[in-house]
């Protein structure tokens, strides 16, 4: 059997330098004196090229790691005000109110709930690029995302001149 191991060895100078050492034996006969062969290889480029594979992978992980604590923060800034609006538009539509500024107020409130749903998702990403969240699958009704859709543009698209109609075959 062959033996094979790295040796931080040193010159003649101190100065140190990774060397491998590779010893196999060499057998003529079964019954012949063994004989070995040593061969010893300068390695120093292969560890320091695997050592600045180690520093730039850690650098790396703690690079990711700020910028998912980042986007968790901001989106927890965002999401904080963005409550706020969605408790004064409910206050509001609770109110006795005229029917076509209640009916801005309640795209308000699907806006709402809909950027809320988004800030969620951003912190799902985070989490999933930190490696803590579990996914699940939830069904949807898809006329249900549609009907959000229209009454989210419906009222810019209407204001700029566009005709804009959500279609959904059954």
């Known amino acids: 059997t062959s033996l094979r191991v790295d040796i931080l060895s040193y010159k003649k100078n101190g100065r140190e330098f990774w060397s491998e050492l590779d010893i196999s034996p060499v057998i003529a006969s079964p019954d012949s004196e063994n004989h070995w062969i040593a061969v010893i290889r300068n390695i120093q480029d292969r560890k320091e090229y695997e050592m600045d594979l180690k520093k730039n992978s850690k650098a790396a992980k703690e690079e990711s790691a700020a910028r998912v604590l980042l986007i968790a923060k901001i989106a927890h800034e965002i999401r904080t005000p963005m409550t706020g609006v969605l408790g004064l538009t409910e ?14 107020l309640s795209s308000i409130r699907s806006a709402s709930l809909d950027l809320i749903k988004v800030l969620d998702s951003v912190l799902d990403f985070a989490r999933l690029d930190s490696k803590k969240i579990v996914l699940e699958l939830a069904p949807f009704r898809c006329i249900d995302v549609s009907d959000k859709v229209y009454a989210l543009y419906y009222a810019t698209a209407t204001l700029r001149g566009l005709q804009f109609e959500c279609i959904v075959d059954s």
């Open 91 to 104: 206050l509001a539509i609770n109110q006795d109110t005229q029917s076509p500024v209640k009916d801005s």
